[in-house]
């Protein structure tokens, strides 16, 4: 695994888990505000995880890959609540 792939995919993984969470332990009315908790710590381990890499070259891109692809675990599980729930 790339590095770039090594400090991206906790941050994904952490957001499935954090979206798994969500639909398990909240309401159908606190899920959204269950997925803004997620997405904030999402955001906070991103910056924690690329500030601690020793190599700065390509960050942009590694903090936009983490986060746009938290964005989209969290959109499908969004959508997929609103579906069950509806």
Request: hydrophobic fraction near 65%; charge should be positive; charged fraction near 5%.
């Amino acid at each position: 695994m790339t590095s770039r792939l090594v400090s991206i995919v906790p941050v994904w993984v952490v957001a499935i888990a954090g979206a798994i969470l969500v639909g398990v332990l909240t309401t159908p009315a606190g899920s959204y505000r269950g997925f803004v908790i997620v997405l904030t710590v999402v955001v906070l381990l991103t910056f924690v995880i690329q500030l601690a890499l020793p190599s700065k070259e390509g960050l942009v891109l590694r903090m936009a890959a983490s986060i746009g692809g938290s964005v989209v675990v969290l959109a499908v599980a969004t959508a997929i609540l609103a579906v069950v729930d509806a």
